[in-house]
């Protein structure tokens, strides 16, 4: 399978794009109103790993640094002159996403920061400087790799300020693994259980699930992707090339593999794993644009007679894991029921 590291575009309305060699300063006007604000950097031309200390090979994560509210108070220092404290619950801004080639930086993140951004992020001119960590390595005496010529497609959305009943949450389905086609996922018992119980538990948040949609994947990618190793979550291994399947639009792109495992554990079975955390949420068919799930337990219906049991119902089991991971992604929202249906199937992408 070739490798690929496709720069998506974004949303239609955003507040800015361009592309931007690392360490170069971007500028934001940031109205009244803000609830949050995202960054997302996609590699043009960037190394995809670093070394460190002689043989500690870490990824080149994409992260945005000197991030600065229109008062010039810093935000967010990635690279500060001192070490960052053990316990990080006190900062105002949290980042430690494995996410080379793309990713997604989006405050407010924490506790700290909710509080003090509760009406709203400060209006104004917000900047930051475009910043990866082989950048960063050209400072550091125990670090090879470094570059200052990485060029990124950079991306801000803002997000307006919403009443908690204005929002809905939409979901997709890849079929990778399971025996199962997109037109029949809908009517099929294990499905209707998952997708019941996964509205279930994000009901019970205030959350509403809305469209539920199921695509087929190309064969090759069935093949391929079937039996996932979670182990290699490199720009191109399978887990990563896999999520380039998942299709445009503002979801939350969830692909059902027969198996996944960690081989570094002698095999144990793994029930999830994301892209990256935070993910380019509405970038689909970037490397890190969904999460797998492994759907092994979804026909294993004979326990589902009653409420949520994640220990006798494999669907409930799968749903379960599935709203715990992706709890980030969340709108709250009222009055609205899940309904699914199948889609047009993924692009097939060149092997």
């Known amino acids: 399978m070739t490798c690929a590291k496709p720069v998506i575009p974004g949303p239609a309305v ?14 934001i006007d940031v109205p009244a109103g803000t609830a949050s604000l995202t960054i997302v950097e996609q590699a043009i031309s960037a190394p995809d790993s670093i070394t460190i200390n002689g043989t500690i090979t870490i990824p080149n994560v994409a992260v ?55 009406q709203g992020l400060s209006p104004g001119i917000w900047q930051f400087r475009v ?33 908690a009943a204005s929002g809905s ?15 029949d996922a809908p009517s099929d018992p294990g499905v ?13 948040a205030g959350i509403c699930l809305r469209n539920v949609t199921f695509y087929d994947v190309p064969s090759w990618a069935e093949t391929a992707f079937g039996v996932m190793n979670a182990d290699d979550a490199s720009p191109c291994g399978d887990l990563d090339q896999m999520f380039r399947l998942s299709v445009p639009g503002n979801k ?35 490397i890190h644009s969904g999460a797998a799930v492994n759907a092994a337990d979804l026909p294993s219906v004979a326990g589902c007679t009653g409420p949520l049991d994640v220990v006798h119902c494999g669907p409930d089991r799968v749903a379960y894991m599935r709203a715990r991971r992706a709890a980030g992604a969340m709108i709250s929202c009222s009055g609205c029921s899940a309904r699914s249906r199948s889609g047009r199937s993924p692009a097939s992408n060149p092997r």
Request: hydrophobic share 40%; net charge negative; aromatic share 8%.
């Open 64 to 118: 945005p640094d000197k991030l600065r509210d229109p008062l010039g108070t810093l935000i967010y220092d990635d690279n500060p002159p001192s070490p960052p404290p053990a316990d990080p619950s006190g900062e105002l801004v949290f980042f430690a996403s494995s996410s080379p080639v793309t990713s997604a930086f989006t405050i407010p993140n924490t506790t700290p920061m909710l509080q003090r951004t509760a």
């Open 192 to 204: 209707k259980r998952m997708i019941a119980t996964l509205a279930g538990i994000y009901a019970s």
């Open 169 to 183: 949450l939409d979901v997709a389905f890849y079929l990778v693994g399971p025996a199962l086609l997109a037109r």
């Open 252 to 286: 939350l792109d969830f692909f059902l593999v027969g198996s996944l495992v960690a081989t570094s554990q002698g095999g144990a079975t793994v029930v999830g794993i994301d892209g990256t955390i935070p993910g380019p949420s509405g970038f689909g068919g970037t």
């Open 131 to 163: 910043n990866d960590f082989a950048f960063e390595c050209l400072g550091a005496s125990n670090c090879a790799g470094g570059s200052n010529a990485s060029r990124y497609d950079v991306t801000v959305l803002l997000k307006p300020s919403a009443s």
């Open 14 to 27: 955003v507040a800015h794009h361009a592309v931007h060699p690392v360490n170069d300063p971007v500028s």
